[in-house]
């Protein structure tokens, strides 16, 4: 394949805790093991989108002072952009924090963040504990080879609920999830996923990163996109832990 994959990451400086520069990593390193090229544009606060330009959009976790920081220019600079993106069928990826902010909005006791409403949902910062701990969800991806477990870590104090126009990425098999009640996981809306799973969530899911890697190179290319297989002997023994640890409650 001649072209790179090219990967926007959205306020990596701000929105970025619990590896979610390792899940990049696991992206760029996926990609070399095949041949395939791959490049990381930083776009931060004030920075404007490409539409055009990118693959995949990165959208870490953070802490509620840092969405505070950069959500009203998310919506203000890049919300656009990111609409054309994602109707040209490129990659979106929000990982906790990033994930509370593709939907509509995040209250937040008096005040209410805005979200830039790229799938169906609000979250609300609840007066009770944290949801946190291991977590393993069920998921049926398109195109994705069947139902597979999703396993990673969740720590928010956000309940997020779904609208009637966006699908959950999972069903719960151990932990909190999106509300600790509905028992669903993360959303999906064609290209677009979120999900309150880090800790890191690609290192412990490859089969997911390729999925997006292939999600991402058939926008580029307009066409369906099939990587080779790659000898995954650590990162299915990765999946596996963080898959017991969750269905141990560790
Ligand atoms: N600040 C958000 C919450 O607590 C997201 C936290 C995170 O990204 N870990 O719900």
Redesign the pocket.
């Known amino acids: 394949m001649p072209d790179p994959l090219r990967i926007c990451a959205l306020y990596p400086d701000v929105m970025n805790?619990?590896a979610d520069r390792g899940n990049l990593l696991l992206l760029e390193r996926r990609c070399a093991w095949r041949g395939i090229g791959f490049t990381v544009t930083a776009a931060g606060l004030g920075d404007a989108v490409d539409p055009e330009a990118h693959d995949l959009f990165y959208l870490g976790?953070?802490?509620?002072r840092d969405?505070v920081l950069c959500a009203r220019g998310l919506v203000d600079v890049k919300r656009e952009a990111l609409h054309a993106a994602a109707a040209r069928g490129a990659v979106s990826l929000g990982?906790?924090?990033?994930y509370?902010l593709l939907g509509h909005s995040y209250a937040l006791g008096d005040a209410s963040i805005p979200g830039i409403g790229l799938v169906d949902l609000e979250?609300v910062?609840a007066d009770g504990p944290?949801l946190i701990g291991n977590v393993a969800i069920e998921v049926d991806l398109p195109g994705a080879g069947g139902a597979r477990v999703l396993a990673g870590f969740e720590?928010?104090?956000?309940r997020t609920r779904l609208g009637p126009d966006a699908e959950p990425l999972g069903r719960v098999l151990r932990g909190h999830g999106n509300d600790g009640r509905s028992g669903f996981e993360g959303v999906r809306s064609g290209t677009v996923i979120g999900t309150y799973l880090?800790g890191p969530l690609l290192p412990k899911n490859a089969w997911l990163a390729d999925h997006l890697i292939e999600l991402a190179l058939a926008s580029r290319y307009g066409g369906p996109v099939s990587l080779d297989p790659l000898d995954d002997s650590f990162e299915s023994a990765a999946h596996l832990s963080a898959e017991k640890a969750a269905r141990e409650n560790r």
Do not use: A, E, F
């Open positions: 805790i619990y976790g953070g802490q509620d969405q990982v906790c924090g990033g509370q979250t910062r944290r720590n928010h104090g956000g880090h």
